[in-house]
């Protein structure tokens, strides 16, 4: 990758169309919204068809009833070549899990998740181990613009209500895009959230330890402060490597001395830089 300097003359033109392209994001996410209130209001005129096509040229399709829902989910990925991207926040059409994604990932096709932050701490997800599937790639960010699955760059569902609440979520319908320039723009806007997330770094099945005295190898130590910058609470985060709440907290005290910084925050901050350089 080619470096770029301040004393450069291109600097300003770089700076001016790094400017425009986020001008450009902002106005596809501000033309999104628009388009799902327009879907939205007629997708409650005709609530009484499970899929029904709302745009000229069968562009997309509004999908209703829980069971639809589930099952449009679970045949996108099946009929996935390459991958799936997701926005990953709650409310979920289904409590039992993606097992679709494990067979997914069992048969090649690549998985990028950004998980929004509620995600991590909703109840019964982070406290469970391994709810980031082996062969999954994760990232967190605060908040994620809505819940989102777009595969193999072609098609795309997202719901219709922007919602927290599951039953408003279900009821207004998911929408499935097909192949056309809303679709790009929600690739685009992945690609763009996706670089800003905080990897999430995961142990492997089998790696976590139950014995009181942290391994404080590089790789554990790695995984513990993914799960530390992404927002995961210390309980979630002495879950998911398998040891007590008290060493997960000796351990990070112990990080925080290594590297001279006082609290948290400074922690976070020190691992950032690192990231950076």
Do not use: C
Request: net charge negative; hydrophobic share 40%; proline share 7%.
């Amino acid at each position: 990758m080619t470096e770029r300097h301040p004393n450069r003359s291109g600097a300003g033109a770089d700076t001016a169309d790094y400017a425009a392209a986020l001008s450009g994001l902002a106005a596809v996410e501000s033309g999104l919204a628009a388009v799902r209130e327009r879907l939205t209001a007629l997708a409650a005129a005709r609530p009484s068809r499970p899929a029904e096509p709302v745009m000229p040229g069968g562009i997309a399709e509004v999908v209703h009833g829980e069971a639809e829902q589930q099952h449009i989910i679970e045949q996108l990925q099946r009929e996935a070549r390459k991958e799936v991207l997701t926005f990953v926040r709650p409310p979920y059409v289904s409590s039992e899990g993606n097992f679709v994604q494990k067979e997914r990932l069992a048969s090649g096709v690549e998985y990028r998740s950004l998980y929004e932050t509620t995600a991590l701490v909703y109840p019964g997800a982070a406290d469970m181990p391994g709810f980031v599937e082996p062969g999954e790639l994760a990232r967190a960010a605060p908040t994620v613009p809505m819940k989102l699955m777009i595969v193999d760059a072609e098609r795309a569902l997202l719901p219709l209500s922007g919602g927290r609440d599951r039953s408003v979520v279900s009821s207004a319908g998911l929408l499935l895009l097909h192949p056309s320039v809303l679709v790009d723009a929600l690739l685009e806007l992945f690609e763009d959230r996706w670089l800003r997330g905080t990897p999430l770094r995961m142990p492997a099945v089998g790696d976590a330890e139950e014995d009181p005295e942290f391994p404080g190898s590089p790789e554990l130590d790695e995984q513990l402060l993914s799960l530390l910058m992404s927002g995961l609470p210390d309980k979630a985060i002495a879950s998911q490597l398998g040891i007590s709440l008290r060493t997960l907290q000796r351990r990070i005290r112990s990080l925080m001395e290594s590297t001279g910084t006082a609290n948290r925050t400074q922690l976070a901050w020190f691992v950032a830089q690192q990231r950076l350089t």
